[in-house]
């Protein structure tokens, strides 16, 4: 389990997980919400979508990277944690009337998340 600690990136789990999760409530809001009532209107955007898509990686790709650096066990764990934090998440309705906030810190956090698990899988 020291392993996880030296070996890998904590950091780009952690990101990966908070875009992951905000960005499903993003899509909650979205699909809850067509006419853009309640919701900021920087998740109707088109580019929002993109960015929407683009962080589907984060649904797996926490799970694959520590079972890469542990054992295919911690990386089931760790993807039963996630998807835990993802339904607590969607009950509690992350960021509230913050969501746009949350929405742009996760369009930065994901790519940097991205950066840091291929570098340390590649290293």
């Known amino acids: 389990m020291s392993e996880l600690f030296t070996n890998t990136s904590l950091l780009s789990v952690a990101l990966m997980v908070y875009a992951g999760n905000v960005m499903v409530e ?3 809001r979205d699909l809850i919400d067509p006419r853009g009532v309640c919701t900021p209107l920087i998740i109707k955007s088109k ?3 993109w960015f929407m898509f683009a962080s589907i990686p984060c649904a797996f790709l926490p799970a694959l990277y ?3 650096s542990l054992d295919w066990k ?3 764990i760790s ?3 996630q998807i835990i934090g993802a339904v607590i998440t969607i009950i509690l309705g992350l960021g509230g ?3 746009a906030f949350h929405f742009m810190a996760a369009c930065i956090a994901f790519p940097v998340g991205y950066y840091l698990c291929i570098a340390n899988m590649v290293a």
Do not use: K, M
Request: charge should be positive; charged fraction near 10%; aromatic fraction near 22%.
């Open 79 to 81: 993807w039963i944690i």
């Open 66 to 68: 520590i079972t890469y």
């Open 47 to 49: 580019l929002a979508a």
């Open 26 to 28: 993003a899509l909650r």
């Open 74 to 76: 911690y990386g089931l």
């Open 97 to 99: 009337r913050f969501i």
